[in-house]
T-cell receptor, first 114, second 107 residues
Framework: SQTIHQWPATLVQPVGSPLSLECTVE??????LYWYRQAAGRGLQLLFY??????ISSEVPQNLSASRPQDRQFILSSKKLLLSDSGFYLC?????????????FGPGTRLTVT | GIQVEQSPPDLILQEGANSTLRCNFS?????LQWFHQNPWGQLINLFY???GTKQNGRLSATTVATERYSLLYISSSQTTDSGVYFC?????????FGTGTSLTVIP
């Protein structure tokens, strides 16, 4: 069966510090991968998605970047965090080329920027 | 992008009551999912339902794709049903989420 891991689970970082959040998927090949941010407990905002290694699409211009160095690994980064980067970050995966099927979510990382 | 609206935004129920949550979307979609976000933030898949009706225990869902809406029915609600319910639609490689319905079930 497929599983998705995210770490760390929680993170407190000062403004201006770098960020690296990692997501890995097990039990499937060539998944579509997604990063979302949820602020204030409602409304998921799609940040990035990837349909393959090295292929990243950005939905919202911002202080963040994403990379996919391996088939089942997706990394969210920032060089300098802003207060507005605080939130709940969720990684998700799906399969399907062109028309993805069901999307499955990881447990999330709660980021507080102080 | 597609606009996804959910109603009601908030709902308070007595344990044992039934409820209907609605999801409207602004354009044709490839598929639709319903999720439950528990108090710990985990998004749990409830239904993958691009069209038709599905049932899983006390929950059921209906999607009428031609009229661009989906309904989630919760019967005999329990306190463990509390949380936020999201619908999400998909076109191409992107998924669009509604703003959710926050459900509180009171014992």
């Amino acid at each position: 069966s497929q599983t998705i891991h995210q770490w760390p689970a929680t993170l407190v970082q000062p403004v201006g510090s770098p960020l690296s959040l990692e997501c890995t998927v097990e039990g499937t090949s060539n998944p579509n991968l997604y990063w979302y941010r949820q602020a204030a407990g409602r409304g998921l905002q799609l940040l990035f998605y990837s349909v393959g290694i090295g292929q990243i699409s950005s939905e919202v211009p911002q202080n963040l970047s994403a990379s996919r160095p391996q088939d089942r690994q997706f990394i969210l980064s920032s060089k300098k965090l802003l207060l507005s980067d605080s939130g709940f970050y969720l990684c998700a995966w799906s399969v399907g080329t062109g028309i993805p099927y069901e999307q499955y979510f990881g447990p999330g990382t709660r980021l507080t920027v102080t | 992008g597609i606009q996804v609206e959910q109603s009601p935004p908030d709902l308070i129920l007595q344990e044992g009551a039934n409820s209907t949550l609605r999801c409207n979307f602004s354009d044709s979609v490839n598929n639709l999912q319903w999720f439950h976000q528990n108090p710990w933030g985990q998004l749990i898949n409830l239904f993958y339902i691009p069209s038709g009706t599905k049932q899983n225990g006390r929950l059921s869902a209906t999607t009428v794709a031609t009229e661009r809406y989906s309904l989630l029915y919760i019967s005999s609600s329990q306190t463990t049903d509390s949380g936020v319910y999201f619908c999400a639609v998909n076109t191409g490689n992107q998924f669009y989420f509604g703003t959710g319905t926050s459900l509180t079930v009171i014992p």
